[in-house]
């Protein structure tokens, strides 16, 4: 079992629908990561968060430590918004803080 | 937002050859900067972790002869593939953070798409 996983893997959505993509782990995290990987493979974060909830644009993110549980969410989708997303975690106390990533998201926006 | 630059965004090459990808912080000053490949479909896998002014630490799995890091100031760092052969061909990602605190976000490159023929 994959320390970081998301769901669902694949998700077509119609330009305007509210989207949701979830992310559970099973590490202690001091933070966590959702990024953003267009066709052409550049990586955007979107967020970082190690608590609550943040919001920017249409993108919503929260998280609830103690169920080990991320969402991230996008209001009004837009066919632009078709991309990877990616949740990664950063284990409390690893030797490097380096991140664990998800396997990712596939987001389809129809027009 | 901070931006993270890699140059080339492309390479071809032919096996044998060596290639050198840089990796720059262009408004901060990254303490720590991370090397990543990806292959089609898959998810980021982490080469390699590298501190300013110090060795690399690689994953295991990774061969540090072949895949020459250097982070020889804080807001550069390079990765060269020695003697690439086409199993090298893949997409490779820098990463880098100002500081080790939990709160430091970790800004991504744009990526290098390497083939070697």
């Known amino acids: 079992k994959n320390e970081v996983e998301q769901s669902p893997q694949n998700l077509t959505a119609q330009e305007g629908e509210f989207i949701t993509i979830n992310c559970s782990y099973s590490v202690g995290i001091s933070a966590l990561h959702w990024l953003q990987q267009h066709p052409g493979g550049g990586i955007v974060s979107l967020f970082m968060l190690s608590s609550g909830k943040k919001k920017h644009g249409r993108l919503i993110a929260t998280i609830n430590i103690q169920e080990k549980h991320s969402s991230l969410h996008i209001t009004a989708s837009h066919p632009r918004d078709s991309a990877v997303y990616i949740c990664a975690v950063r284990q409390y106390g690893g030797a490097t803080n380096k991140l664990i990533f998800g396997t990712g998201t596939l987001l389809a926006v129809q027009p | 937002g901070a931006v993270v630059s890699q140059h080339p965004s492309r390479v071809i090459c032919k096996s044998g050859t060596s290639v050198k990808i840089e990796c720059r912080s262009l408004?901060?000053?990254?303490?720590?900067m991370f090397w990543y490949r990806q292959f089609p479909k898959q998810s980021l896998m982490l080469m390699a972790t590298?501190?300013?002014?110090?060795?690399?630490?690689?994953e295991q799995g990774v061969e540090k002869d072949k895949f020459l890091i250097n982070h020889a100031s804080l807001t550069l760092s390079t990765l060269t593939v020695t003697s690439a052969h086409p199993e090298d061909s893949s997409f490779y990602i820098c990463?880098?953070?100002?500081?080790?605190?939990?709160?430091?976000?970790?800004?991504f490159g744009p990526g290098t798409r390497l083939l070697v023929l």
């Open positions: 990463s880098a953070r100002a500081g080790q605190a939990y709160q430091e976000t970790q800004y």
């Open positions: 590298s501190n300013e002014g110090s060795k690399a630490t690689y």
């Open positions: 408004d901060f000053q990254a303490t720590t």
